[in-house]
């Protein structure tokens, strides 16, 4: 398994990391689309659980969740899931989940069984660095990095805090709100990343409304060192539900466009 | 934070790290505000000659005569909009405009919580938008239409079940993006911290009053206090007075619905499990894997799969007791209070009768049971002649 700091040291342009909601739109389908995603050039992927009430999520990911709930996905085939794509490469795994389905789990058992897995870090989408204590120290006992979000309000000494829980990456929120697709990108996203750059060494990386690849390049060029683009790849399944061979080609073609911005950049 | 937010084990503030300087500056103006001489002046005043408090503790000759015991009525109904939930409009929206804050957001289940936040809207000259489950909308037009005609917007929410949880939800998400100018208006004793603290206080008047009236009418406290628990504001606020009255049993009555073997229920309390929702660690209806059930009651204003982190401890401390009814008990107790006292009760307050009059027979002749009439039945006509219609 390949660790974050050794991808972040050895890459030479910002990671590419792309999002998935496990078992979206079916089990097979998500498992093919992650396939091809990895297949296309990511170099981390971020995948979440499906849940009944995202409260960080916008109306795409809303639906995505929905339609993998309504597929039969549970966080033990989600585990599953991960076993497969771990098996098909090693890839590093950042998982997105909100607390209650870990919580029913058993936080322990659920990290140590997605470490066994493959997975790598974990965010919990509704545990600020406050309440760290409930998932930290079983999530580095399990072996596993630990992922903190920042957002445009969150004022310094707190960033600081939250770059002194983090072990995996810092995920940078690009703007308030939720997620999903922007035309622009939030004016506050590239000083955010300069802060954070004098504050701490930690990697960051940037997530919400990135939705091109030229906001990924901008983002990049601003600094970061991963660029999270989830919406804008979930939507492409939403608009080509029954048909998961323009799902793959879209998914393939857009993840070798950002990878090639991302080069440049 | 400077303070955890908890009940033992319950409560506390887990949202996304966007709405933690949104919960962190409330808190900050709440610790500040709330026992300010001047802020309370002005709620009091709000209280009393807006809103109009205090509001009777009323004795129910007949309808104690039909149950064998005697039972008082905290007249909440009686407040303007018809229902509790001014209490804790009237106290938050003061807050946010001492805050400085230029419009309102909330979320509504029935609609009695939309209209009391679009009546304050209107009374403080605050934009207002109102986040309502598209079944709600529905269910509760009329309550709709008033909060219109006060000036809100009703955004109905599609997502998920349509119902208050997907109101919680969208209210959130809004939340998260318009932190700057806008205050969350929270409607239950329930959500992150400090909301169920903020709320509990704001309603704690209901309470404080009945206490009183009690010792000033009967020289005693009552035996049993009794108040529908949907997301529990109005029950907090009756309760929080007689919790150090060890003698004073306090019985929270939720929704059971159809029958809780049917599943078609909200008695979270009852039978739900511990889990975290919507910015709290309280008990849930939720599936195996953690997956939150929809709930399903008479009364939109108690159809939440949720409930508010105090009354999960007090269960599980044993200091108030939770029991359920059902939809077919709570339309008889509406039909009893109506004909025998001339009290149309709102469907979630008529839960709480439908409880006292369960133990119709069961409690000596001298016994007394407060019950919080949290609201007045006009809303839910619509609702009842659907169900139990007058010219059959």
């Known amino acids: ?265 | 934070m400077k303070h955890n937010g908890r009940f033992g084990q319950f409560g506390g503030f887990y949202v996304p790290e966007v709405l933690i300087p949104a919960l962190e500056e409330i808190e900050q103006a709440f610790d500040r505000f709330h026992n300010d001489p001047q802020f309370v002046a002005d709620l009091n005043n709000l209280y009393a000659n807006y809103a109009g408090r205090p509001t009777p503790l009323y004795y129910a000759k007949r309808y104690s005569e039909y149950v064998g015991f005697q039972v008082y009525i905290k007249r909440e109904d009686l407040l303007h909009g018809g229902a509790h939930k001014i209490n804790n409009t009237l106290g938050q929206g003061l807050l946010a405009q001492y805050m400085g804050k230029k419009k309102l957001i909330a979320e509504t289940g029935a609609g009695q919580h939309g209209l009391a936040t679009a009546t304050v809207g209107a009374l403080f000259g605050m934009e207002t938008k109102i986040f309502m489950g598209a079944i709600d909308v529905e269910r509760q037009n009329l309550n709709v239409h008033k909060m219109k005609l006060l000036g809100a917007e009703v955004i109905p929410v599609r997502g998920g079940t349509c119902t208050l949880k997907d109101a919680i939800n969208d209210a959130l998400r809004y939340w998260t993006s318009h932190v700057d100018d806008t205050f969350y208006l929270f409607g239950t004793a329930g959500g992150p911290h400090p909301y169920p603290t903020i709320v509990k206080h704001f309603q704690t008047p209901i309470g404080i009053e009945a206490r009183q009236q009690c010792l000033n009418q009967l020289g005693k406290l009552p035996d049993v206090v009794v108040a529908c628990v949907g997301g529990g504001s109005n029950a907090i606020g009756i309760f929080n007075s007689f919790i150090p009255d060890n003698t004073v049993q306090l019985i929270g009555v939720e929704g059971g619905g159809r029958g809780i073997s049917t599943g078609h229920h909200c008695a979270t309390l009852c039978v739900g499990t511990v889990g975290v929702l919507h910015g709290a660690r309280t008990y849930l209806l939720q599936d195996q894997n953690g997956q939150i059930h929809e709930t399903e009651c008479i009364s939109a204003g108690l159809d939440y799969p949720g409930v508010g982190p105090e009354h999960s401890h007090l269960k599980d401390i044993g200091r108030a007791r939770y029991v359920h009814v059902s939809d077919e008990q709570v339309l008889d107790a509406f039909f009893e209070l109506t004909r025998l006292e001339g009290i149309l009760p709102a469907l979630e307050s008529a839960h709480a009768l439908a409880w006292i009059s369960e133990q119709k027979g069961k409690y000596p002749r001298e016994t007394v049971v407060v019950v919080n009439l949290s609201g007045r039945g006009d809303k839910d006509i619509g609702i009842v002649e659907q169900h139990r219609p007058l010219n059959r």
């Open chain 1, 1 to 265: 398994m390949t660790s974050y700091k050794t991808l972040f040291d050895h890459l030479d342009r910002a990671a590419l990391i792309p999002f998935f909601v496990l078992g979206d739109p079916d089990e097979k389908t998500s498992l093919d689309l992650i396939k091809t995603a990895i297949d296309a050039g990511a170099d981390i992927l971020e995948l979440g659980i499906p849940f009944s009430d995202p409260i960080a999520d916008g109306p795409t990911i809303q639906k995505a969740d929905i339609r993998a709930l309504q597929a039969g996905m549970t966080p033990p085939k989600a585990l599953d899931l991960i076993a497969q794509i771990t098996a098909y490469k090693a890839i590093p795994i950042g998982l997105l989940v909100y607390y209650n389905l870990i919580y029913h789990y058993g936080v322990e058992q659920f990290f140590k069984d997605f470490k066994k897995a493959g997975g790598t870090s974990v965010l919990v989408a509704d545990i600020s660095i406050d309440d760290a204590d409930e998932i930290t120290p079983a999530a580095l006992s399990a072996g596993l990095e630990t992922v903190f979000m920042v957002t445009p309000n969150t004022p310094d000494q707190r960033l600081k805090q939250i770059a002194d829980k983090t072990t995996g990456f810092i995920y940078t929120v690009s703007l308030l709100g939720t997620t999903g697709q922007r035309n622009e990108l939030s004016a506050g996203v590239k000083p955010l990343i300069a802060k954070l750059k004098t504050l701490t060494n930690k990697p960051v990386c940037v997530g919400f409304g990135i939705s091109s690849p030229e906001h990924a390049a901008e983002v990049a060029s601003a600094g970061a060192d991963g660029v999270i683009i989830g919406s804008r790849v979930v939507k492409i399944i939403e608009d080509n539900l029954g048909n998961p061979e323009t799902m793959k080609h879209q998914v393939a073609e857009f993840i070798a466009s950002v990878q090639e911005t991302l080069t440049k950049a």
